[in-house]
């Protein structure tokens, strides 16, 4: 059983940065692990994930060039750096791992077994 708990979150204006950070209870058997975000009113989605073994990354187009994803597998840490937020960026940020692997679909969430409680974004114009 993997337990995540993320940290990071809160409020900044728009043009501001915000690191989160998710820590795994363990990930020898986690083999991706991501990143998603829920707006109120809309679907949770994907914004960045990551291949644990090789480190390859994807991004969501709207937050290419301003995020990014990375592990620290040493600390069992996953984490997003995410620079020039804008309004729309706000959402609950939660960190998910699979088990079992995402083949070819990063971002969809039934291919990530163990989530965690989520962490608040605010991005104020």
């Known amino acids: 059983q993997v337990q995540l708990v993320e940290s990071g979150g809160g409020s900044v204006q728009a043009g501001g940065s915000l690191r989160l950070v998710c820590a795994a209870s363990?990930?020898?058997?986690?083999?991706?692990m991501g990143w998603f975000r829920q707006a109120p009113g809309k679907e949770r989605e994907g914004v960045a994930s990551i291949y644990a073994g090789s480190g390859v990354t994807h991004y969501t187009d709207s937050v290419k060039g301003r995020f990014t994803i990375s592990q620290d597998n040493a600390e069992n840490t996953l984490y997003l750096q995410m620079n020039s937020l804008k309004p729309e960026d706000t959402a609950m940020y939660y960190c998910?791992?699979?088990?079992?692997?995402?083949?070819?679909?990063?971002?969809?969430?039934?291919?990530?077994?163990?989530w965690g409680q989520g962490t608040q974004v605010t991005v104020s114009s």
């Open positions: 363990e990930t020898h058997s986690i083999n991706y």
């Open positions: 998910a791992a699979s088990t079992n692997g995402v083949g070819w679909y990063p971002f969809v969430r039934s291919k990530y077994n163990y």
